[in-house]
């Protein structure tokens, strides 16, 4: 009842930059937090940031200086601008949102399907 899609990803050179895109849609009566993680092979997920309803940001001290997480509300849309990419930052990145339904008025925590940002020369 509840989607997340993200948008953005490809492949970039080290030193280049990429944003991100992720749109909810569906049954939804609010957003609470919304975030970005990130999963390169053979690692664990990890989170990136993460912004609040009300615009605080929280981000991973590998990206600091580097990334910025923004949203807007209107929108449903949280996206993240990636400045200086490493080859470190080579990952499957994936949003997350806290969704309150407007079928049952239940929170869930949703997870878009994620997509490739490779930083490769």
């Known amino acids: 009842q509840i989607q997340l899609v993200e948008s953005g990803g490809g492949l970039v050179q080290p030193g280049g930059s990429l944003r991100l895109s992720c749109s909810a849609s569906g049954s939804i009566f609010s957003i609470n937090t919304m975030g970005w993680y990130r999963q390169a092979p053979g690692k664990q997920r990890e989170l990136v940031a993460y912004i609040t309803v009300v615009g605080t940001t929280n981000y991973a001290d590998s990206v600091k200086g580097r990334f910025t997480i923004s949203r807007d509300n209107a929108k449903n849309t949280v996206y993240l601008q990636m400045n200086s990419l490493k080859p470190e930052d080579t990952a499957v990145y994936s949003c997350?949102?806290?969704?309150?339904?407007?079928?049952?008025?239940?929170?869930?925590?949703?997870w878009g399907q994620g997509t490739q940002v490779t930083v490769s020369s």
């Open positions: 997350n949102a806290d969704v309150r339904s407007s079928r049952d008025s239940k929170w869930y925590y949703s």
